[in-house]
């Protein structure tokens, strides 16, 4: 049986609920795991988790940033944020220093080691993401990242 969820149908069991199979949230959520699944998988000898990298991914973008902008530049919350950033400046991949402008903030830099860590995996990050479209038809891949682009962008707050 068909219904339309937010002009789009969606099959629901006899019982009038949503199958497991057919659940966006659900398809997702095992996306995400057939992602970092793969992600331990391929980064073997390298001891960083996927929220690990997305934080380091991160900060290599721009020299100094804070954690505010780590958090709007991920979707990653606060305190795990902070957590993750205290840890990677433990084993050395971050370094934090107070900002000039505010006594309260931080600025986040990649460590030497951090690079290292960044450029090691970059060729490891490319076959992951390889892995990941290719159980998807050539056609398709594309337009699959689009969409979960699309579907990430409905849902960022205006200014992101």
């Known amino acids: 049986m068909d219904t339309i969820t937010r002009g789009r149908p969606t099959t ?3 019982e009038g609920s949503i199958t497991l199979n057919s659940s966006t949230l659900h398809l997702l959520h095992r996306v995400h795991q057939c992602a970092g699944e793969l992600f331990q998988q391929h980064m073997d000898g390298i001891d960083i988790t996927t929220t ?3 934080v380091l991914r ?3 973008q721009k020299d100094g940033l804070s954690q505010q902008d780590i958090i709007n530049a991920t979707g990653i919350d606060r305190s795990t944020v902070s957590q993750v950033v205290q840890l990677l400046t433990r084993k050395g991949l971050l370094k934090r220093k107070r900002t000039r402008h505010d006594a309260r903030a931080y600025a986040i830099s990649l460590t030497e080691a951090g690079r290292d860590v960044i450029k090691k995996s970059e060729p490891i990050m490319g076959r992951i993401e390889q892995e990941l479209v290719a159980a998807l038809p050539a056609t398709r891949a594309k337009t699959f ?3 979960l682009r699309s579907i990430v962008a409905a849902f960022e707050p205006a200014g992101s």
Request: aromatic share 8%.
């Open 12 to 14: 629901l069991s006899r």
């Open 52 to 54: 690990q990298y997305t």
């Open 58 to 60: 991160a900060a290599s």
């Open 145 to 147: 990242v689009s969409n």
